[in-house]
């Protein structure tokens, strides 16, 4: 069966923010010549141990990478390329923390979002996330791989509490910090649904009600970009931000 072509338009910006003194944010769309999609959010951790450096190399050899490969043939091909190319990323930035002083504790969060015809590869590692806009409401479609979502799914904590969790921002799995490492990988069916995926510096910020309000409207992609990081500024800024958004056109 001929793979549909996709037609689309996307956006994507980082943000210091307004307390950081860095940004250690990385993002990225790339479409290819066969229409598919790629989407990319890492948010580094470390700081001064480089954590900006963990980011941009993730998202640089994913690009490079992306560009690379002339086609993908199925979901599965897509899967194992992904996941190959995350083992590589990791051992490279596990061995340079364990190796260089100025590396030590330096890591990243990655969300990814593949989109190959009528369906979508989502990987996650970390906390950043992807939502999706489905029948008009926007749905997450990761899971935050943090203490206090572990503290949620056991029972021992409510979502309502959890934002307000002096442990909220512990990450419970991020690439660089282990030799090995597991990422959640999930397909699900793609056909027009607007796509965003943001770091944590978007969603602690700004509620998901108002994310969702400004995905909806009519305005244009950089300027619904431009909307959401101002709200996240305007509401303290307390982290770097990053976003990145996909809206799907016509298919032929």
Known sequence: MKKERIKGRFAFKIDQGKVRVSNEDSAKVLVNSNDDVLMLVADGMGGAKKGDYASQYIVEKFTNAFKEKTKFSSILSIKYWLLSNLKKINKYLYNLSISNKEYKGMGSTLTMCFIHGDKAVILNVGDSRCYMIENKKMVQKTEDQTYVQYLIKSGTLSPEDAKTHPDRHALMNAIGIYPSLSADVS????????????SDGLYNNVSEPNIENVLMTDDDLNTKVDTLINIANFNGGSDNI???????????
């Not at 990053?242 to 032929?252: F, L, Q, T, Y």
């Open 187 to 198: 397909v699900v069916k793609h056909y027009d649904e607007t796509i965003m995926i943001c």
């Open 242 to 252: 990053s976003v990145a958004i996909w809206e799907c056109g016509s298919r032929d």
